[in-house]
């Protein structure tokens, strides 16, 4: 190789790396490519340099060409970017630049958002909107005020916690009205106390209410008040419902016996029982025959107010049934009332009413007794 | 007392005179420049002495640099968490500082001593005498030809430097931790201006300027007989190596003055 080749080949070989280099930095730099400029205002760009990145979605797409000081103290630091020919379709007017860092301590550069479809293109020069770069003392200054703040609430809590604990010290000590009552045991004994005093109270007042049914009882057998009684036929009202069913036994009844109410009764509106020598063989046939259930079936005339005469039914019910187990010999716990209420007018002679003795056989059931408090 | 101050003042005075003379010297060369006949040959054998067989040595510098910065790098950075910034620092330190300076020192050392020991020889031998004798003026013949070799090559030497010193720290890189050439380099350039790979690389100029001119100087001002040869090649390339390091910190600075 002769000294002129060599020298030659030398000097290529090193331009070449010289122009590999300039190619480089400059495609880096967008020197080489279409581009177009962009302007963005801000307040601070917390040491932006010109040359640095500009990124669109993420991806290095333009460069910082320069960074202008405001003429006046109120102006805004203008930033000018290019950016390459292919971002034009993305980066709209609504378009939002940004100063960012890489990471806690890497350069700053621009982001630029993505536009969005309806709004304009953007032209060679035009200004887009930014957003105030995040400066780390700015932020330190936010945690501190937050540190403050909750620094704050911490000693509130503090000095909520130390009130519920003197109150649950003063609680434990026995001041105070919870206090007296979790720790006194005199308010315990107190109480107690009341509640044998409550009991013996209440004892008293049975024995009372019992004096008084006592005297209640007495009064009704007065010769002043017997009148009343004994013209509605029965004393205790407590008792109509004492052997009611609430319906008829489903079995086919072995027999039934039918009365005129008003063959057995004194007048149209009382249970009063008159000429009970009716029932006789009704109260025969139950003394003589096996049989599972008997039940005194008692309605009224469809005339008359309807709760008057259920309790009417019930009572004419209970007094035959009182007849019945009085004057002949059989389970009295079989034979049972249902007061039926308002019946239907089934003949002019039973313009009273209508009582049926129904009698079943000897494996029927009684239907589960309603309690008698059970309001029909 | 009065011995140590006549000491310091013919130290002083010497140190003016060497600069006058290089002064006066450089005057001669310049003066000489602008006249014909330019010798296009000799200029072209001493770009090949001094910018084509030094390549070797400059690149294996480069490469050795490349790989030292590459492996001294890595540990300190990830010490940081920062090992991303790995090219960066490799690229931008080879291009911007290492590269043009080991440049200049290894050419001072091989350049300074071949030219201040030829011309040397050639003074003390009375060469330069029979040039000047024969009608050619050796201020054009021997020292501008070196001086602009010099100038010219130093940057070119730089940029080999600069390459292999980046193709060895990729490689070195990649060896301890995989790094596509592409990804290397698009980091390492990041946020690199023209500012920061031109200048470093032009201002090497300057360094030729000084080798060439104080290792021309040096070998023409030659006394005595072959002990005058050694103490010249010697005193060339201390003093060049000196000067370029010197010129260095006044270049960063003015660089950064006018360059960013």
Redesign the interface.
């Known amino acids: 190789m002769s000294?002129?080749a060599?020298?030659g080949?030398?000097?290529i070989?090193?331009?070449a790396?010289?122009a590999a280099?300039?190619f480089?930095?400059?495609s880096?730099?967008y020197l080489f490519t279409p581009t177009y400029r962009l302007k963005a205002e801000f307040a601070t760009v917390v040491g932006l340099?010109?040359?640095?990145?500009v990124r669109v979605g993420g991806v290095h797409s333009g460069t910082v060409r320069g960074i202008e000081l405001p003429n006046k103290p109120a102006g805004k630091i203008t930033v000018l970017m290019d950016l390459q020919r292919s971002t034009h379709d993305i980066i709209k007017q609504d378009s939002v630049a940004a100063i960012e860092t890489e990471g806690l301590?890497g350069?700053e550069y621009v982001s630029i958002s993505f536009g969005s479809a309806q709004a304009l293109n953007v032209k060679d020069d035009d200004t887009i909107a930014s957003q105030p770069p995040l400066v780390i003392a700015d932020l330190i200054k936010k945690a501190d005020g937050i540190l403050d703040t909750s620094q704050q609430a911490l000693e509130n809590v503090t000095v909520a916690a130390a009130n519920l604990s003197s109150i649950s010290g003063k609680i434990n000590q026995g001041q105070g009205t919870i206090g007296a009552l979790v720790n006194d045991k005199k308010i315990y004994t107190q109480m107690d106390q009341t509640t044998v005093g409550l009991r013996d109270t209440v004892n008293h007042a049975q024995a009372g209410v019992a004096a008084f049914q006592e005297n209640m009882e007495a009064m009704k057998q007065n010769v002043l008040l017997r009148g009343y009684f004994k013209k509605r036929g029965y004393e205790n009202s407590s008792d109509l419902a004492k052997n009611e069913i609430m319906e008829l036994p489903q079995a086919p009844p072995l027999k039934t016996f039918t009365f005129e109410s008003k063959q057995l009764f004194d007048n149209v509106d009382t249970a009063k029982p008159r000429n009970q020598k009716s029932l006789r063989a009704a109260g025969q046939f139950l003394a003589d025959t096996e049989f599972g259930v008997a039940v005194v079936v008692v309605s009224t005339a469809s005339a008359g107010d309807t709760q008057k005469d259920l309790v009417l039914t019930q009572a004419r019910a209970m007094v035959v049934r009182d007849y019945l187990v009085a004057n002949f010999s059989f389970d009295d716990a079989q034979l049972k009332t249902l007061g039926l209420g308002k019946g239907k007018n089934l003949s002019p002679d039973s313009s009273w009413g209508t009582v049926e003795i129904i009698i079943y056989p000897a494996d029927t059931e009684a239907p589960t007794q309603s309690s008698a408090a059970t309001p029909r | 007392m009065r011995s140590t101050i006549t000491s310091v003042w013919s130290l002083t005075n010497r140190f003016l005179e060497w600069f006058g003379d290089l002064g006066f010297f450089g005057w001669q060369v310049l003066r000489s420049a602008v006249r014909r006949p330019f010798e296009g040959r000799e200029l072209i054998r001493q770009l090949d002495e001094i910018g084509s067989r030094s390549f070797p040595l400059v690149a294996l510098a480069g490469a050795a640099i490349g790989a030292v910065l590459a492996l001294e790098t890595r540990s300190s950075l990830v010490q940081f968490g920062a090992k991303s910034m790995l090219p960066a620092a490799i690229v931008f330190s080879i291009i911007h500082e290492t590269g043009p300076v080991v440049t200049g020192l290894v050419v001072s050392g091989r350049v300074g001593a071949g030219i201040g020991a030829e011309l040397g020889a050639m003074k003390v031998t009375e060469q330069i005498d029979a040039i000047e004798a024969s009608g050619v003026n050796p201020y054009k013949f021997l020292a501008f030809t070196r001086i602009v070799a010099c100038i010219l090559m130093l940057p070119l030497l730089t940029l080999a430097a600069d390459f292999c010193g980046v193709m060895v720290g990729w490689i070195a890189n990649t060896l301890v931790e995989p790094i596509s050439f592409h990804k290397f380099i698009h980091q390492g350039l990041a946020g690199t201006s023209f500012n920061d790979f031109l200048a470093p690389t032009f201002r090497t100029s300057v360094f030729g300027l000084i080798i060439g001119m104080i290792a021309c100087f040096q070998g023409m001002r030659t006394q005595g007989g072959t002990a005058g040869v050694g103490l010249s090649a010697t005193s060339s390339v201390v003093l060049s190596s000196l000067f370029v390091i010197l010129a260095d910190v006044i270049l960063v600075k003015v660089i950064l003055v006018f360059f960013s």
């Open positions: 000294r002129a060599r020298l080949a030398f000097i070989a090193t331009l790396i010289l280099g300039i480089v930095i400059g880096k730099q340099d010109a040359g640095a990145e301590l350069n």
